[in-house]
């Protein structure tokens, strides 16, 4: 899906009214997580509770009010994702939302949750979803870069520019403004009779923006409601994509779990046959008590095993008595196999 920084500035206007009904800031009562790409923040509003579905996906970057009575099917969820979940809830969960805003011209929105930022990255392939404190230092972040990683201050893009999305010759020569959707904006005069219209182009692709753009645009009452009528229409595509996404790190620490787990087994071998000795000695001392007690204060004693009819040499402690060396030989063996 298509939206260029001009377009979100709309969606962004449309969630402010949403969430900040009546001037009053929404509190943050829960987060959850539905797949690798996608969380979901649920706000209580003087409006009532109000879900925001935060997708950073390429093929679709979007954020939107979920339609009341609407659920998300949760799939396959990577480790970085649910990580940022419980960090992200740790921080800001039930604090209150100061405000939601674009930074400049850039697809980049910011979470103002007073002592604690939320930055929203949705530029193409460089999406992101960054925890910040409020020195702009990097708590957590649902990808790591050159430039982004826990610790490090988060940097804002140097080239993005302040631009009036409401004045018409800056968006002519704007950047932020998709180069088809510029040449539309020519035929227009008046910037302020604008609405939500979905469009394709000639690869199938969806348009979002503000102004009728080819003869496949389609005209909406809100971003908003654009936004959950393509989550329903793609809702089958859109969840095969979720359960098949894995990121290649996902794989690749599967596989060396894998190889772990099958190096492990000559040496969990090993220690299943140590752990064994430890209840054959202890059970071997036990009918050989008298001997156990003769040698009392040695560290080594020879025992022969009928069992296995070889004489076995057995380590014992001086310092314990023999009831206690026998004790000591059960507790090691229930230990270890605790362990194991």
């Not at 010759?169 to 510029?182: A, E, G, N, P, Q």
């Not at 227009?188 to 609405?195: N, Q």
């Not at 753009?213 to 389609?218: D, H, R």
């Not at 894998?258 to 009918?287: A, F, H, R, T, V």
Request: aromatic letters at 12%.
């Amino acid at each position: 899906m298509i939206i260029d920084a001009w377009t979100y500035s709309f969606l962004l206007k449309e969630l402010k009214e949403i969430l900040f009904k009546d001037d009053q800031n929404p509190y943050l009562t829960q987060i959850k997580v539905v797949d690798s790409f996608s969380f979901l923040f649920i706000f209580m509003t003087a409006n009532g509770v109000k879900k925001l579905l935060i997708d950073t996906r390429y093929s679709l970057q979007c954020l939107f009010i979920l339609d009341k009575g609407k659920n998300i099917e949760k799939a396959t969820i990577s480790r970085k994702a649910e990580h940022m979940k419980m960090t992200m809830r740790k921080h800001i969960k039930n604090h209150k939302l100061i405000d939601i805003y674009q930074y400049k011209d850039e697809r980049l929105f910011v979470f103002d949750f007073d002592h604690k930022k939320i930055i929203l990255e949705l530029m193409g392939q460089n999406y992101n979803l960054v925890l910040c404190d409020k020195e702009w230092i990097v708590l957590s972040c649902l990808r790591t870069s050159d430039n982004v990683y826990p610790s490090n201050k988060y940097i804002f893009p140097e080239k993005a520019l302040e631009t009036d999305f409401y004045n018409i010759d800056d968006l002519k020569s704007s950047k932020s403004v998709f180069k088809k959707t510029r040449k539309s904006l020519e035929k227009i005069i008046d910037i302020s009779k604008t609405s939500a219209f979905l469009s394709y182009n000639e690869q199938k692709q969806k348009i979002l923006s503000p102004i009728q753009i080819n003869e496949t645009s389609k005209e909406y009452l809100s971003f908003n409601k654009i936004l959950n009528k393509i989550y329903s229409d793609d809702k089958k595509e859109l969840l095969q994509e979720r359960i098949l996404y894995r990121t290649e790190k996902d794989i690749l620490s599967d596989i060396n779990k894998i190889d772990k787990k099958i190096n492990n087994i000559p040496k969990k071998e090993e220690s299943k046959n140590k752990i064994e000795e430890y209840k054959k000695n202890g059970e071997l001392l036990k009918s050989n008590y008298h001997i156990l007690n003769d040698n009392q204060g040695q560290k080594v004693i020879k025992i022969f095993d009928y069992v296995e009819e070889i004489e076995k040499e057995v380590r014992i402690w001086p310092e314990l008595k023999p009831d206690e060396v026998i004790q000591k030989y059960f507790d090691l063996y229930k230990k270890e196999k605790r362990a194991l």
